[in-house]
């Protein structure tokens, strides 16, 4: 685990940095639509698109507790923690059912 925690460091640190970036293209690409001028259907559907904050914090709140679920759990499984490859298991199962509620809440949003 020792050998393990500098490269996801390194991984968290670029995920961060691309998520920064992200961030900062959306807002100009909205910037510039909406000082282009007056606004089609088509260009207010795109615009809403771009600033889905609602349903992206969503993502992110369901994620996060999912992931923070499945650590509490395995800190009731018994396991050898320099051996075992099964607390990374437990965890991409949560994460997994993260993901999976966020597409039952998007599906279910989509539909009304």
Not at 17 to 28: E, Q, S, V
Not at 60 to 66: N, P, S
Not at 104 to 111: A, G, K, V, Y
Request: proline share 4%; net charge positive; aromatic share 16%.
């Amino acid at each position: 685990m020792k050998q393990l925690m500098p490269f996801i460091i390194v991984i968290v640190f670029f995920i961060v940095i691309a998520m920064f970036i992200l961030a900062l293209y959306n807002y100009r690409l909205k910037k510039r639509i909406i000082e282009a001028g007056p606004l089609d259907e088509t260009g207010l559907k795109f615009l809403q698109h771009l600033s889905g904050f609602g349903t992206e914090s969503m993502k992110w709140a369901i994620i996060l507790m999912t992931t923070g679920l499945g650590l509490i759990v395995m800190q009731f499984i018994p396991y050898s923690a320099e051996d075992s490859p099964l607390p990374y298991g437990v965890e991409l199962v949560f994460v997994a059912a993260g993901f999976f509620l966020y597409y039952l809440f998007i599906r279910n949003n989509r539909n009304k």
